[in-house]
């Protein structure tokens, strides 16, 4: 059964907001940074899902920073490197997660709207890319801050902040602008599935021992 274009545009209203979103991944990032909280705290499935694939940002930003310091071995290399294969896997299987709830979501609606013009990015990757902004968006702060270094370098982390935060209020708006056009039916969006080769043995030649010949 098809809902009403009006009564699906105030449901679904409550359903994505890209202020919420942000919301959210800004108080995380700072719990998480201030208080070493692991686990989300959140009740709401939907925002629980948008949490989890924050976490795995945060932990893939913090993994990669550990190959980064100037006395690690190369055996800490090799760790990092496989413990960031796992963790992007994981970050781009909840953002397809979460294009799979919001889909679920709009089809017990009749939505999208079957014949719309197709959106070339999913909401669930808009997310993801909100994510990664939230967490530049704390560290560059934290460089703006840094009590030890020089006037110059807080000046240009302040214009780096500006703009990391002018580009957050475009997507953000970007999304909106997406699921409310997808309610009224004139846009719509798709799964687009990553199809990551690297981690599957039956794919990788450096794993199963083949070669491209």
């Known amino acids: 059964m098809v809902t009403g274009a009006g009564s699906a545009q105030d449901e679904g209203r409550g359903m994505l907001s890209a202020k919420a979103i942000v919301e959210l991944q800004d108080e995380l990032t700072r719990r998480w940074h201030e208080a070493g909280e692991a686990e989300p705290e959140v009740a709401d499935p939907w925002r629980k899902a948008i949490a989890r694939q924050h976490r795995a940002n945060y932990d893939l930003w913090h993994i990669e920073d550990e190959a980064r310091t100037p006395d690690a071995t190369a055996a800490t290399i090799a760790d990092v490197k496989r413990r ?30 079957a014949d719309a013009p197709l959106n070339s990015e999913s909401p669930g990757l808009m997310i993801d890319r909100l994510s990664i902004l939230a967490l530049k968006i704390y560290h560059t702060r934290e460089e703006v801050e840094r009590q030890n270094a020089p006037a110059s370098h807080a000046e240009l982390n302040r214009g780096r902040l500006a703009i990391l935060e002018e580009q957050r209020r475009d997507l953000a708006s970007c999304l909106d602008s997406l699921w409310e056009d997808t309610l009224g039916r004139s846009r719509r969006f798709k799964l687009y599935q990553q199809l990551k080769m690297y981690n599957d043995p039956q794919l990788n030649p450096a794993i199963y021992g083949g070669n491209r010949g």
């Open 84 to 113: 960031i294969d796992r963790t992007n896997q994981l970050r781009n299987d909840l953002a397809e997660e979460l294009d799979r709830e919001l889909l679920a979501w709009l089809e017990a609606r009749g939505l999208p709207k």
